[in-house]
């Protein structure tokens, strides 16, 4: 069982930034696949970066974000750079068992078997 927690989140002007941890307990990140999903009120989860055996980002964020992590200290980071108005969201980060999965599948929020709990960024004008 994977324990995940999200930390990070806050009020944020656009054009700022931001960067979100994912610290883990329970197992050892370093053979688990990691994503970043945000999700805003009545919409569903949206993905927004994977780090596994490859990276990748979702076009709306990419230039702009970067998914880093540290297996030495469990965790998974999302640095924002460059915040939009429409980054605001609840992020919540992800676990998933393979870290070998293909584009297809990492985009999709039913193929993940742990989630954290979630941390509100919000960004004003």
């Known amino acids: 069982q994977v324990q995940l927690v999200e930390s990070g989140g806050g009020l944020v002007q656009a054009g700022g930034s931001l960067r979100l941890a994912c610290a883990a307990s329970?197992?050892?990140?370093?053979?688990?696949?990691m994503a970043w999903f945000r999700q805003t009120p009545g919409k569903e989860r949206e993905f927004v970066a994977w780090?596994?055996?490859?990276?990748l980002y979702a076009d709306s964020v990419k230039g702009r974000f970067t998914i880093s992590r540290d297996n030495a200290k469990n965790t998974v980071y999302l640095q924002m750079n460059s915040l939009k108005l429409e980054d605001t969201a609840v992020y919540y980060c992800?676990?998933?068992?393979?870290?070998?999965?293909?584009?297809?599948?990492?985009?999709?929020?039913?193929?993940?078997?742990?989630w954290g709990q979630g941390t509100q960024v919000t960004v004003s004008s």
């Open positions: 329970g197992r050892t990140l370093s053979s688990y696949g």
């Open positions: 780090r596994g055996g490859s990276t």
């Open positions: 992800a676990a998933n068992r393979s870290p070998w999965r293909s584009p297809n599948m990492v985009i999709r929020a039913d193929d993940y078997d742990y």
